[in-house]
């Protein structure tokens, strides 16, 4: 059936059950502002709450859409941030300690371990999944048991109240803005500013990541194809051609590397001038966790490249 010239599309399913999701929160959230009027569930400070109440959950949610999207599963995704919240707690209050009005050590080395940890929680799970063959749901079982429980050891199994100034502003707002967002938006404005930097002064590994950027392109979109078909074909030197291309991906992520952490040392001079010692100890905690994501990169290129390796060295050896 057409309408004014054009077919008339038809809902999907996923987009059925989508629209019936927000029609629930809609509605559930209208009642509770009816309900709870009284208690302020209408005010518009409390609809931002719900989001900065849950953000942890959103940022899981989405790696987690990332990792179904590929096929697998984690079901430790919670137990892991439980254990990040208890490293980060535990080395910024000092073991034992409850309730602290200063830090043991420095906000920037407590979120940084924190980080470290959850990292290899994640090789550990990749390496039993990709490596060992076992199934997303089994291996990622073994932290979702054991996360949680090991979160709460490193605690005492108590609640941890840090009240350092600096640490309750990650977690206060500037007028109806999370804290949060300011010092993530500053923060990547000023690490774009040294990038900026970079390319004035003709920073050299800036350069020479800047020629490998069209080859890295080409290679990571064709390697794993040449991959395949040399193991379809039983050609083993095309496929080692693939793992040559797959290794420039490799490379390029070793030499963004410092071209990164350069750019994070760069913002923190910028910002040196404006902020005080412990908003800037924030700063630096912020651009840390945002190198290690290059780290995390290259750690996965790496592995992958030895799983590539493993792949067409194993084939040889059928033969």
């Given at each position: 059936?057409?309408?004014?010239?054009?077919?008339?599309?038809?809902?999907?399913?996923?987009?059925?059950?989508?629209?019936?999701?927000?029609?629930?929160?809609?509605v559930?959230?209208?009642?509770?502002?009816?309900?709870?009027?009284?208690?302020?569930?209408?005010?518009?400070?409390?609809?931002?709450?719900?989001?900065?109440?849950?953000?942890?959950?959103?940022?899981?949610?989405?790696?987690?859409?990332?990792?179904?999207?590929?096929?697998?599963?984690?079901?430790?995704?919670?137990?892991?941030?439980?254990?990040?919240?208890g490293?980060?707690?535990?080395?910024?209050?000092?073991?034992?300690?409850?309730n602290?009005?200063?830090?043991?050590?420095?906000?920037?080395?407590?979120?940084?371990?924190?980080?470290?940890?959850?990292?290899?929680?994640?090789?550990?799970?990749?390496?039993?999944?990709?490596?060992?063959?076992?199934?997303?749901?089994?291996?990622?079982?073994?932290?979702?048991?054991?996360?949680?429980?090991?979160?709460?050891?490193?605690?005492?199994?108590?609640?941890?109240?840090?009240?350092?100034?600096?640490?309750?502003?990650?977690?206060?707002?500037?007028?109806?803005?999370?804290?949060?967002?300011?010092?993530?938006?500053?923060?990547?404005?000023?690490?774009?500013?040294?990038?900026?930097?970079?390319?004035?002064?003709?920073?050299?590994?800036?350069?020479?990541?800047?020629?490998?950027?069209?080859?890295?392109?080409?290679?990571?979109?064709?390697?794993?194809?040449?991959?395949?078909?040399?193991?379809?074909?039983?050609?083993?030197?095309?496929a080692l051609?693939?793992v040559?291309?797959?290794?420039?991906?490799?490379?390029?992520?070793?030499?963004?590397?410092?071209?990164?952490?350069?750019?994070?040392?760069?913002?923190?001079?910028?910002?040196?001038?404006?902020?005080?010692?412990?908003?800037?100890?924030?700063?630096?905690?912020?651009?840390?966790?945002?190198?290690?994501?290059?780290?995390?990169?290259?750690?996965?290129?790496?592995?992958?490249?030895?799983?590539l390796?493993?792949?067409?060295?194993?084939?040889?050896?059928?033969?």
């Amino acid at each position: 059936m057409k309408a004014n010239g054009m077919q008339k599309k038809k809902m999907t399913g996923n987009g059925f059950l989508l629209l019936i999701t927000i029609a629930l929160f809609a509605v559930m959230y209208i009642a509770g502002m009816i309900i709870f009027a009284d208690k302020g569930f209408a005010k518009p400070q409390m609809f931002l709450n719900l989001f900065v109440s849950n953000a942890g959950l959103l940022v899981i949610a989405c790696g987690l859409t990332i990792v179904m999207i590929t096929g697998g599963i984690d079901i430790s995704v919670g137990s892991v941030m439980s254990l990040y919240a208890g490293v980060c707690c535990m080395i910024l209050a000092g073991y034992g300690n409850v309730n602290v009005q200063e830090y043991a050590h420095t906000l920037l080395v407590g979120i940084g371990a924190g980080l470290l940890v959850t990292l290899i929680c994640g090789v550990f799970n990749g390496f039993l999944v990709a490596y060992m063959n076992i199934q997303p749901m089994v291996a990622t079982l073994i932290l979702w048991s054991a996360g949680r429980a090991v979160g709460l050891l490193l605690c005492n199994s108590q609640i941890v109240y840090v009240r350092v100034p600096s640490f309750q502003k990650l977690g206060a707002y500037c007028g109806i803005i999370p804290t949060p967002i300011i010092v993530a938006a500053v923060c990547v404005a000023a690490h774009e500013c040294g990038h900026a930097i970079q390319y004035a002064e003709e920073y050299t590994p800036m350069k020479v990541r800047g020629a490998l950027v069209k080859v890295t392109n080409f290679s990571s979109s064709i390697s794993m194809f040449i991959v395949i078909l040399g193991l379809i074909f039983s050609f083993r030197e095309l496929a080692l051609v693939g793992v040559a291309l797959f290794s420039v991906v490799v490379l390029f992520q070793l030499v963004t590397l410092p071209v990164e952490f350069n750019a994070s040392r760069r913002a923190v001079k910028i910002l040196d001038g404006y902020m005080d010692r412990e908003e800037l100890s924030g700063v630096k905690s912020v651009l840390s966790a945002a190198a290690m994501t290059y780290v995390a990169a290259l750690v996965s290129a790496i592995f992958q490249l030895i799983r590539l390796l493993a792949i067409v060295g194993g084939g040889r050896d059928r033969k």
